[in-house]
Each structure stands twice: as structure tokens, then as C-alpha cells.
């Protein structure tokens, strides 16, 4: 082949390769997107970093993560310091810090781990306990129907020498677990008790920063009982992506191995650091405003004489329309015919960073007329609220405009 000839060829696979990912319309199709986010009530997972948040990530530092990115190295550490521990890894997901957090705490079968059922690392990891640890989950029930207690830790423990079971190895809470606090107070109880017995304590921590922002408690203090947390930065923070898993020096050294052999050493992760950095800096002071929103619509809902199921403790509001006759796929659909629709899920409603006071509003109009309808059509609403029993989760979610009437639910 002819050097000018080779020289088209490629060419052509330039050519072929090279993409402009951008529409036309771009900057339209964002702030609809923007828009869209602020009157949508399906998670706090859906903000949209601003433009001010990828200013400041363009300038961090540009090296390689897997040989310790400057800026990411930064952000592990501050990280670690502002939860008492002595060192941080970051993470693509909260998914990936739990499952890492687990298997490292993990050595030698047979062990299990023991969580509340209704915990992500349970019911939204996709069984990654069993695939990436081999080791069973013991999900407990919590009697209160809000948070584990030690009485509940104590019962379903697996200790001893009975080559029947398989011991308990960690004991992973979750906190905020659907929005709610977890008393700090149980929480040492339990972490005594572990650590008595010689087991570890992992806390998914993706939205710990609720609690603090809540209750005024230290991160440090609300993390101490804990072995390893892993917090998000891409939920309640704002952030794009990341988390962080802070533990031991060892623990983190070990983890920083499992994260490789997951598949999870990334690269040029400085702008992902600088952009958490970002959202602790500005965002996460927000907070206190979205759990006062989320409030008021508790407050709007209970006003209609709609059930709540899950008050707002933080920025989760999970509610039953039924007392007014109403069903959720109603509202899901009256909610997406607005002019400026509001996208929901089926129970629960998440406020988030970017949310519109007035999507708020709107939403509790929609649920007032739909009860007017079904008042003029002879529905006698109950004063009978549906009992407040803390196991609701994500139970019925939507997919789509139009939802069938039990739909699937979805994590995040
Ligand atoms: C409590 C909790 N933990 C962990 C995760 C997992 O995070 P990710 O979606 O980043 O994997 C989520 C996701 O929303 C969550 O709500």
C-alpha cells in the first residue's frame, strides 16, 4: 500500500471515530433538564451540577488516580479528618464503598453480615453481599418499625461455636435509613455491644450528612461507633459522582487493593474530588432548607387528610392518598399532565437541593383536587390514617408516563 493511500485509510478511521456528543440545542435541552429536575420528586440522585460547580472542578489536579491523584488525595483525607478516621479511598458509587466496605471487613468464611431488612446493601445492591463476599445477609425486622435497637442486634446475632450458623462478622446500619434518623444514642449501644463481641460496624452513610445538617451533630461524633462509612457525595450533595470509604489506614490500604480488583481504579478523578469538594463546601449547608421544604409538604399532605406513612426527617416524605380515595398511579398521571409536569414516584417523596418550592405546592393541589373529584362523586374519606409502620420503602416506583398500577420499584 502506497504511503498516500495509507494515509486516507486512516483517515477514515479518524473520521469514523470522531463524535460531536453536543445537540444543537444543548444549552435548551439542559435548562429544560434543570427544570425538569426541580419538579421532580423521584430522588435526591437527579441534581444537576451548575456550571459555578464545574468551574471550580475544571482547575483541580490532573493526575492519575490509580498512582494518588493530588486532588483526590486531598479530598480522602479532609474527608478522614472530618470523620475521625485515619484514612479515606474514593469510590464510583455507593454501591461500589459498601460492597468494597463488606468484603474487606470480611476474612474467612463462614460469616455473615447483619443489617435492617430494609437497607440498601440488602435490597439494592443487587445481592452484591452474596456475589462479591460469599456470605449471607441476616435482615432483621426493627420491633419499632423505625431503627434497629440493640434488643433486636441481640436476637438475631449469630456467635459461637454451633458449626450450624454462620457468625455474625459485621453489623452494617444505614443512616439516614428512607429519610430517618437513626438515634445516635442506640447506635452506641449497639456499636458497644459489637465491639464487645469482636464484631465490626460498617455504616452506609450516603446521606449521613442529613443527619448532621439535622442535628447539629459532628460528623466525627455521629461516625465514632463506626469501623468504616462510606458517604456519598452524589445524593443529597449534589455532586455528579463519588463516595468515599474512611476507615483504618490498613483497612483502607486492603480496600484500595479490592477497589483495583473491582475494577474500580479510576483515573483522572480530580475534577470528581474538586466537585465533591464543591458540594461540601456550598451545598451541603443547603440541606437544612430541604428538610424545612420537605416539612412543609408533610404538613400540606396531613392538611388534605393524606396518610403519612414516613414523616419528614430529613428531605423523605413516604405517604398513602388512600384515606381520600386517590391511589398513587392517579397522581402520577394528573402530576404529569401539569404544564409543568412534576414527575413522581409511587410512596415516597424525595426534596433535593434543586427543588421548586412550588413543584411542592403543586403537588399537594394536584392530591386536593383529585380528593374534591372523588368527594363530589360520593367518596366518604376516611379519618382512619394509614398506620406510620417505617417498613414502606420504594415499594411502588415509576418508569414511565404512564404507570401500570404496581410498578416496579427502582433504586437510588
Ligand atoms: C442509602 C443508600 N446507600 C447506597 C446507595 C448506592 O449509591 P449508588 O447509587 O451511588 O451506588 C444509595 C443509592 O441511592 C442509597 O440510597
Known amino acids: 500500500m502506497t504511503i498516500p493511500d495509507l494515509d486516507s485509510k486512516r483517515a477514515k478511521v479518524f473520521e469514523q471515530a470522531g463524535f460531536d456528543i453536543l445537540t444543537e440545542t444543548q444549552e435548551l435541552d439542559n435548562e429544560k433538564q434543570i427544570k425538569e429536575v426541580s419538579r421532580s420528586f423521584l ?7 451548575t456550571k459555578e460547580m464545574y468551574t471550580y472542578a475544571a482547575l483541580a489536579s490532573v493526575g492519575d488516580d490509580v498512582y494518588h491523584e493530588p486532588s483526590t488525595k486531598a479530598l480522602e483525607a479532609h474527608v478522614a479528618k472530618i470523620t475521625g478516621k485515619e484514612a479515606g479511598l474514593f469510590m464510583a458509587s455507593g454501591t461500589m464503598s459498601n460492597q468494597i466496605a463488606l468484603r474487606t471487613h470480611l476474612k474467612q468464611p463462614p460469616y455473615s453480615v447483619l443489617c ?7 435490597k439494592y445492591e443487587a445481592g452484591g453481599l452474596a456475589f462479591h463476599s460469599g456470605a449471607p445477609m441476616i435482615t432483621v425486622l426493627p420491633a419499632n418499625g423505625h431503627h434497629l435497637t440493640l434488643s433486636d442486634v441481640e436476637t438475631y446475632l449469630v456467635t459461637g461455636n454451633d458449626i450450624h450458623g454462620a457468625p455474625t462478622e459485621v453489623i452494617a446500619l444505614e443512616n439516614t435509613l428512607n429519610g430517618t434518623i437513626f438515634p445516635q444514642d442506640e447506635i452506641v449501644a449497639i456499636s458497644e455491644f459489637a465491639h464487645s463481641q469482636g464484631i465490626k460496624m460498617h455504616l452506609d452513610g450516603a446521606r449521613i450528612w442529613h443527619v448532621a445538617a439535622e442535628t447539629g451533630m459532628s460528623m466525627k461524633e455521629l461516625c465514632d461507633p463506626f469501623d468504616s462509612i462510606s458517604l456519598c457525595f452524589s445524593k443529597g450533595l449534589g455532586a455528579p459522582v ?25 483515573r483522572q478523578t480530580g475534577m470528581m474530588a ?24 408533610e404538613k400540606g399532605l396531613v392538611d388534605i387528610g393524606v396518610g403519612i406513612t414516613s414523616g419528614a426527617e430529613t428531605c423523605m416524605v413516604f405517604y398513602d392518598p388512600t384515606p381520600l380515595g386517590v391511589d398513587y398511579s392517579e397522581i402520577v398521571e394528573r402530576a404529569s399532565k401539569l404544564p409543568d409536569p412534576i ?23 394536584v392530591i386536593r383536587e383529585l380528593a374534591e373529584e372523588k368527594k363530589k362523586a360520593g367518596f366518604v374519606p376516611s379519618s382512619v ?15 414511565g408516563v404512564k404507570p401500570p398500577p404496581l410498578m416496579p420499584f427502582e433504586k437510588a
Open 242 to 266: 463519588g463516595s468515599c470509604l474512611v476507615g483504618p489506614k490498613a483497612y483502607i490500604q486492603k480496600a484500595r487493593w479490592f477497589r483495583k480488583l473491582f475494577g474500580g481504579g479510576m
Open 43 to 49: 430522588s435526591d440522585t437527579i441534581t444537576v451540577p
Open 274 to 297: 474538586a466537585s465533591a469538594a464543591f458540594a461540601l463546601t456550598h451545598n451541603f449547608p443547603k440541606l437544612l432548607d430541604v428538610h424545612a421544604l420537605a416539612r412543609r409538604l
Open 116 to 122: 435492617d431488612y430494609r437497607a440498601h446493601i440488602n
Open 343 to 365: 414527575k413522581l414516584a409511587g410512596s415516597r417523596i424525595v426534596v433535593h437541593i434543586q427543588t421548586s418550592p412550588q413543584a411542592v405546592e403543586d403537588f399537594i393541589n
Open 385 to 399: 390514617k394509614p398506620k406510620a409502620n417505617g417498613h414502606i420503602y420504594k415499594d411502588i416506583y415509576v418508569r
